[in-house]
């Protein structure tokens, strides 16, 4: 085939998808579990798990898109989400620059002002936002998690094209 030898078809690339939370109650790691899985419904991709805590930098580096999530504490993020920035802002500066990411968070009433403060801190990495943020009000309810899995699944997409 003449495109094929002039390299002018391209294969599907594999994306590899970092999702970092942090979560002491479980909804905002049930919202996590929900967004890997819909990162994994694409074919080929890969899918990293990770509370804040543990994520290092070369995770950060070595993913094509990256989900960040929080519940929010006294209307701020979860300190594990925090550490998580702390420790990688200034050995991925310039490295991670458009990078597609997903926020998403749970509080006791509206998600709003923890939402809002991921995606103040993805701006000053220069990542750029993949899909709108999804956020629960408590529990996350069935309609959230499905909310979850299509914005997981929309990460994957724009991963796989960077």
Request: aromatic fraction near 4%; include cysteine; charged fraction near 25%.
């Given at each position: 085939m003449v495109g094929r030898e002039l390299g002018l078809i391209q294969?599907?690339?594999m994306?590899?998808?970092?999702?970092v939370y942090h979560s002491q109650g479980g909804n905002t790691k049930k919202m996590a579990e929900a967004i890997a899985d819909g990162a994994r419904s694409l074919a080929g991709a890969e899918v990293e798990l990770k509370p804040g805590l543990e994520a290092t930098v070369d995770d950060f580096l070595s993913c094509d898109g990256i989900a960040l999530g929080s519940p929010d504490y006294f209307s701020y993020i979860a300190g594990g989400l925090k550490d998580f920035f702390d420790r990688t802002y200034y050995p991925t500066q310039g490295k991670v620059t458009g990078k597609p990411y997903l926020a998403f968070g749970?509080?006791?009433?509206?998600?709003s002002t923890v939402l809002g403060i991921i995606?103040?801190?993805?701006?000053?990495?220069?990542?750029?936002r993949a899909v709108a943020?999804?956020?629960?009000?408590?529990k996350p309810t069935a309609e959230v998690l499905?909310?979850?899995r299509a914005a997981g699944q929309k990460l994957a997409q724009a991963a796989s094209r960077r």
């Open positions: 294969e599907a690339r994306a590899k998808v970092l999702v749970s509080a006791g009433g509206p998600a995606e103040r801190i993805a701006a000053a990495f220069k990542l750029e943020p999804v956020g629960s009000a408590g499905d909310e979850c």
